[in-house]
């Protein structure tokens, strides 16, 4: 199962499924400047995120969506409890996505369609 504890230790490139995602309900949490080798769709069911990138800092609440590409440095930051959804993509997909982050309006499917994959097991394989 996807669900996470705020203080376990995620690493999605350590799972051989294209997409994988995860689910949490955090508190209080400051994620550090970090990366990823995969590209990232960062997004909540309930409460805002703040995201800090090198040139600019987001406000993410419920209604949006952040992508943030693979190897790109970034700071996740919550204040109070957040529904914390994120869905990794494997780098063979990133030609599809933008190679800037950007943040867009989440439609209600693609919210459901992520939640399922945030909360189904790492091993799930979307793409076939």
């Known amino acids: 199962m996807a669900w996470l ?53 987001s406000v993410l609440p419920p209604m949006r969506i952040a992508w943030i590409p693979a190897k790109l440095e970034h700071r996740v930051e919550m204040y109070a409890s957040v529904g914390y959804r994120s869905v990794y993509i494997s780098d063979k997909y990133h030609d599809k ?6 943040i867009f309006t989440l439609s209600p499917l693609l919210r459901e369609i992520l939640e399922r994959i ?9 793409m076939e």
């Not at 970090?34 to 069911?45: I, K, M, V």
């Not at 996505?97 to 950007?102: A, D, K, N, Q, R």
């Not at 945030?118 to 979307?126: K, P």
Request: negative net charge; contains cysteine; aromatic residues 10%.
């Open 5 to 57: 504890n705020q203080y376990d230790h995620f690493v999605p490139e350590e799972h051989l499924a294209s997409v994988v995602g995860i689910a949490a309900e955090m508190g209080k949490h400051d994620s550090g400047f970090h990366s990823h080798d995969r590209g990232q769709l960062l997004f909540t069911q309930s409460g805002c995120m703040r995201i800090t990138l090198a040139s600019r800092v």
């Open 97 to 102: 996505f933008p190679s800037e982050s950007e």
């Open 118 to 126: 945030s909360v189904a097991d790492f091993d799930t394989e979307w």
